[in-house]
């Protein structure tokens, strides 16, 4: 893989109207699930989902600038772990697959999601 299909995962997903359905996918299977369900209770889904999308299309290079609040502070105290975190990325992967996303790309997308773990969780890196 070469920097250049980094640089266009987020067109390579299909831009902003795929983003927002898989945004939407992924978090009606989220709220079906019983291990994630309760972390979004009384969540204005519709911000949510806006910031989600923010924050995604920034991650994957698109065009968009997330202005949401830092990771670390809004996770907080939630009692999200490595397990739900996990858990999570396995919804937003199926929601990826179900709208015809190359697994090559998927896969490119957990790995960047995967930088964020521990802002999310709390966890820190002790190797360095």
Do not use: W
Not at 104 to 116: G, K, S, T, W
């Amino acid at each position: 893989m070469n920097g250049e299909t980094n640089q266009q995962l987020f067109e390579r997903i299909g831009g902003p109207d795929q983003m927002k359905a898989i945004v939407d996918d992924m978090y009606a299977r989220v709220l079906t699930d019983p291990e994630l369900a309760h972390f979004f209770a009384d969540t204005s889904m519709e911000r949510l989902k806006k910031m989600q999308f923010q924050f995604l299309a920034s991650a994957f290079d698109g065009p968009v600038e997330y202005t949401g609040a830092e990771l670390t502070k809004v996770h907080a105290g939630r009692g999200i772990m490595a397990y739900h975190f996990a858990k999570f990325c396995g919804h937003f992967a199926d929601a990826m697959e179900a709208h015809g996303i190359e697994r090559v790309d998927i896969d490119l997308a957990l790995a960047r999601l995967a930088i964020y773990k521990d802002r999310v969780t709390g966890d820190t890196n002790v190797d360095g």
